[in-house]
């Protein structure tokens, strides 16, 4: 079966930097796209970043866009999300899910607090 399992979120300051990972099983990886979602307490889920399934095209949120890159490696079928510049507002779940235009499969999410 489909498997997202995140990982590499924590308590950071603001400034500071994250990577997190995400692993799959279950399906072909090389031949889907991937994206990093986030929720905030009391907001809706929103886009972060996509990445196409052989890396060749990205897409960033306005709010994220200078701050974070996604990248993937497909040989060990893992998708990143390195953040910069964490700000208090990037505090959020973070999830990670099979698919360029629409999502199918999700992991279960990483916690990021941005807090001094």
């Known amino acids: 079966q489909v498997q997202l399992v995140e990982s590499g979120g924590g308590l950071v300051q603001p400034g500071g930097s994250l990577r997190l990972s995400c692993v799959a099983s279950?399906?072909?990886?090389?031949?889907?796209?991937l994206r990093w979602y986030r929720q905030a307490p009391g907001k809706e889920r929103e886009l972060v970043a996509a990445i196409s399934s052989l890396g060749r095209n990205t897409n960033y949120a306005d709010s994220v866009k200078g701050r974070f890159t996604i990248s993937r490696d497909n040989a060990k079928n893992t998708v990143y999300l390195q953040m910069n510049s964490l700000k208090p507002e990037d505090t959020a779940v973070y999830y990670c899910?099979?698919?360029?235009?629409?999502?199918?499969?999700w992991g279960q999410g990483t916690q990021v607090t941005v807090s001094s």
């Open positions: 899910s099979r698919g360029w235009i629409t999502p199918d499969y």
């Open positions: 279950g399906f072909t990886f090389s031949r889907h796209g």
